[in-house]
């Protein structure tokens, strides 16, 4: 069996955590979520876990995405996780600067789950 891998989605959107919750766990992922990127970096720096990959929204309340990917990055711990960022926005100009904050990939909502799987498997191996 492969080694299960703990994923942080962050979402302000109920229905999407619940979404993301059970594509997730039903291929075999540990799950936590935040409902934005304040409540992400409380919850990781409350928490003991260490997460394997985070998958995060753009627009969000109290901090965004790119506030949330540039604050993770600007932490050693968090330096080299893996950010995807998943979101309605698809334009060129919006990828870019999730980039140039540090995301590793991005995907349009509505998500298709093996797509994301796919997507985080390879970005963590």
């Avoid at 109920?14 to 409380?42: F, I, K, T, W």
Wanted: glycine share 6%.
């Amino acid at each position: 069996m492969a080694e299960e891998l703990h994923v942080l989605t962050v979402d302000d959107s109920a229905s999407m955590r619940a979404l993301l919750r059970v594509a997730l766990g039903s291929r075999g992922y540990r799950v936590s979520q935040a409902e934005d990127g304040v409540a992400a970096l409380e919850w990781l720096a409350d928490s003991g876990d260490d997460v394997d990959v985070i998958v995060t929204d753009i627009n969000m309340p109290r901090l965004d995405g790119f506030g949330l990917i540039e604050a993770l990055r600007d932490q050693v711990r968090f330096r080299d996780c893996p950010i995807l960022v998943l979101s309605t926005e698809s334009s060129d100009e919006k990828k870019a600067r999730a980039r140039s904050a540090g995301a590793t990939g991005w995907i349009v909502k509505p998500f298709d789950a093996d797509r994301l799987d796919s997507a985080l498997r390879r970005i963590t191996h």
